[in-house]
């Protein structure tokens, strides 16, 4: 993913904000999604189906364990519940994690690639990215990709044509906005440390965003780079006496590793800002963003149009969350010597669930 491609993702995405319902490894050329020769190929005709008795069999590959994916998935399995299909009842479910390993993640798509599943769905671009060059007959669906059009899994947002659709995790929205909160509320902050993977296109995507929305308010991104789980402490350490924040994306790599981003953070009294809840409650101070949970359960609602009522996958639109709300930790506020002002307070919009104690 580079990040020149990303004006195309945002015009998309504004066409789609009207009217929504709702982390990477590089993936180079292994993204495709129809048919060979590049044509779109519908997994099914969109006709309603006989329900009835059926026993569906999923498969799900997962990138790598950390809250946020777990919570998507769980969020998942609970659309299908609601909807009357259940686990070891009428719903077979092959789940796989490919615990960040490449070779793993591609593995898996083979296998899943090998069988046959009435639907596949892809938790994070290096899954999606692997299922959708290797399956061709079953429909997928993605979720927790940040940029499905840089990654090359459709070419239309609205419509995205083969046997591929989901939701990407980022509404370009949260991210300027949170840059805005830190900007009006942090006045003596002049650098942002990032902590990234730059081989993670999502995680190269969102620090060009983030870069940009700072950049507006005259504050300079300070990028510390890590290759794999165990140079992440390193990385935080790195920006101590450099910047006056830290920030980071949904860099896989860097998630799997957060608590020591945390331990650096409170350590040195510096403020630290996510990309997502769950890093909030785990320690981070605040971010803007949604629950991955409500993410999960909104592309399982995709799912069960799917196989439920013969939805064709390729005229489903990709959605993006739209529930958008400042997210802060006031135990984590504390920690890093950071006072929480009623200027703060106020721009969170849900106080009771969104104030973290």
Request: charged share 20%; hydrophobic share 40%; net charge negative.
């Amino acid at each position: 993913m580079k990040l020149r491609k990303k004006v195309s993702m945002f015009l998309a995405v504004s066409a789609l904000l009207v009217g929504v319902v709702g982390c990477g490894n590089n993936g180079g050329n292994n993204a495709a999604s129809g048919a060979k020769g590049g044509e779109a190929a519908p997994v099914n005709s969109g006709a309603a189906v006989e329900t009835e008795g059926k026993t569906y069999k999923i498969a799900i590959s997962q990138y790598v364990e950390h809250p946020s994916l777990d919570a998507t998935r769980e969020g998942f399995m609970a659309a299908l519940k609601d909807a009357g299909l259940v686990e070891n009842e009428n719903l077979k479910v092959d789940y796989n994690n490919a615990q960040a390993d490449p070779t793993n993640n591609m593995s898996i798509a083979q296998k899943i690639a090998g069988e046959k599943y009435d639907l596949v769905l892809a938790i994070a671009t290096p899954p999606a990215i692997a299922v959708a060059s290797q399956v061709k007959e079953s429909p997928i669906l993605f979720a927790a990709v940040t940029d499905p059009l840089d990654a090359k899994l459709v070419k239309n947002l609205e419509k995205p044509g083969g046997n591929i659709s989901g939701a990407s995790d980022t509404n370009p929205e949260a991210i300027s906005k949170l840059m805005d909160f830190i900007a009006t509320n942090f006045k003596d902050v002049k650098n942002v440390g990032v902590v990234m993977n730059q081989g993670e296109p999502n995680a190269v995507v969102m620090t060009g965003l983030a870069e940009k929305a700072l950049e507006k308010h005259g504050i300079k991104l300070v990028k510390a780079s890590v290759t794999n789980t165990s140079e992440v402490k390193q990385a935080a350490e790195s920006l101590v006496g450099r910047v006056d924040a830290i920030y980071i994306t949904l860099d896989n790599t860097v998630v799997e590793a957060v608590n020591t981003v945390i331990q650096v953070a409170n350590e040195h009294d510096i403020p630290f800002f996510s990309s997502d809840r769950d890093t909030v409650e785990n320690g981070a101070f605040a971010t803007v963003g949604f629950k991955y949970y409500d993410h999960g359960y909104q592309v399982g609602q995709m799912a069960v149009e799917v196989l439920k009522n013969g939805q064709n996958v390729g005229d489903m639109k990709v959605t993006m969350p739209d529930k958008l709300d400042v997210i802060m930790n006031l135990k984590a506020a504390s920690e890093q010597g950071i006072e929480v002002t009623d200027a703060m307070k106020d721009q969170v919009q849900d106080k009771e669930n969104n104030i973290i104690e």
